[in-house]
């Protein structure tokens, strides 16, 4: 699966700025309102975000860009042909945690704020 170039030319800019409505920045700066962002994301990438991951995202002002979004999306397909069910992904300086079953991010992490750097219950890790 090849992740469209809509994805590619889009980030991610704070997806809940007046909770329950969405804005995502175009290449050239240009900034969109989504009505279902989380559905456009999985419709786009085959991905789901949970709530939590969104609102780590967000809360820290974290940009997604589409770069990030593509290889998270083929560390996924990766893992989920290995027979993984729990990833860590690790992207520069971010982690998520995947349930790779589901197709879901289930959160995301700075690598500078991980207080223990352990992770529990995974069964595999991408570094991409």
């Given at each position: 699966?090849?992740v469209?170039?809509?994805i590619?030319?889009?980030?991610?800019v704070?997806?809940?700025?007046?909770?329950?409505?969405?804005?995502?920045?175009?290449?050239?700066?240009?900034?969109?309102?989504?009505?279902?962002?989380?559905?456009?994301?999985?419709?786009?990438?085959?991905?789901?975000?949970?709530?939590?991951?969104?609102?780590?995202?967000?809360?820290?002002?974290?940009?997604?860009?589409?770069?990030?979004?593509?290889?998270?999306?083929?560390?996924?397909?990766?893992?989920?042909?290995?027979?993984?069910?729990?990833?860590l992904?690790?992207?520069?300086?971010?982690?998520f945690?995947?349930?790779?079953?589901?197709?879901?991010?289930?959160?995301?992490?700075?690598?500078?704020?991980?207080?223990?750097?352990?992770?529990?219950?995974?069964?595999?890790?991408?570094?991409?």
């Amino acid at each position: 699966m090849n992740v469209p170039d809509i994805i590619k030319n889009t980030a991610i800019v704070n997806p809940y700025p007046q909770r329950g409505e969405s804005t995502v920045q175009k290449a050239g700066g240009q900034l969109e309102s989504a009505i279902n962002f989380k559905e456009i994301l999985k419709e786009k990438t085959g991905l789901n975000f949970s709530n939590h991951a969104i609102d780590r995202l967000s809360g820290r002002g974290l940009n997604l860009d589409g770069d990030k979004v593509e290889r998270l999306t083929k560390a996924v397909q990766v893992a989920d042909k290995k027979g993984a069910d729990q990833s860590l992904v690790l992207l520069d300086q971010l982690a998520f945690l995947v349930s790779v079953r589901n197709k879901t991010v289930i959160t995301a992490v700075e690598t500078d704020r991980m207080k223990e750097g352990v992770f529990t219950q995974i069964d595999s890790a991408i570094i991409g």
